[in-house]
C-alpha cells in the first residue's frame, strides 16, 4: 500500500516536498514512481528512481528543479520540487513496480502502464 502527502498550495517559485510511504517489508525490490495528472489532461510521468537508489530519471519539464529520492530502511519515497511554476498544478502519485534485477544500476521504468501498484493521490497548486 502506497501513500503520499505533502501537498499543497504554494506560490511560484516556491518548494514542496512530496513523501510516499510503503507498507510492507520488500519496498527496496521496487522501482518508483511519481507521476502526475492536471484536470483535463492525461496522466503523465514526472520521475522514477531504481530499487537500489542509484538511477534516476526525470521527464524534460521537471529536470534541474525536481528530485527523486528514496529511503530504503524507512520505506519512504520522495520527491522535492524547487521553482514551482503553475504548469507543475497536478495531483501527485507515486506508484510502485517490482523489480526482478540485481543491476544496482538498472534505469528505472517511465511508463504508467509498466507500474504494479498505485497510491491515492495528493494535489499540488502552485499560483502564479
Known amino acids: 500500500q502506497l501513500q503520499a502527502s505533502g501537498g499543497g498550495l504554494v506560490q511560484a517559485g516556491g518548494s514542496l516536498r512530496l513523501s510516499c510511504a510503503a507498507s510492507g517489508r520488500t519496498f527496496s525490490t521496487y522501482s518508483m514512481g511519481w507521476f502526475r495528472q492536471a484536470p483535463g489532461k492525461e496522466r503523465e510521468f514526472v520521475a522514477a528512481?531504481?530499487?537500489?537508489?542509484?538511477?534516476?530519471r526525470y521527464a524534460g519539464p521537471v529536470k534541474g528543479r525536481f528530485t527523486i529520492s528514496r529511503d530504503n530502511a524507512e520505506n519512504t519515497l520522495y520527491l522535492q520540487m524547487n521553482s514551482l511554476s503553475p504548469e507543475d498544478t497536478a495531483v501527485y502519485s507515486c506508484a510502485a513496480r517490482r523489480s526482478y534485477s540485481s543491476n544496482r544500476f538498472i534505469l528505472p521504468a517511465a511508463g504508467p502502464g509498466e507500474y504494479d501498484y498505485w497510491g491515492q493521490g495528493t494535489q499540488v497548486t502552485v499560483s502564479s
Open positions: 528512481i531504481n530499487w537500489s537508489g542509484l538511477r534516476t
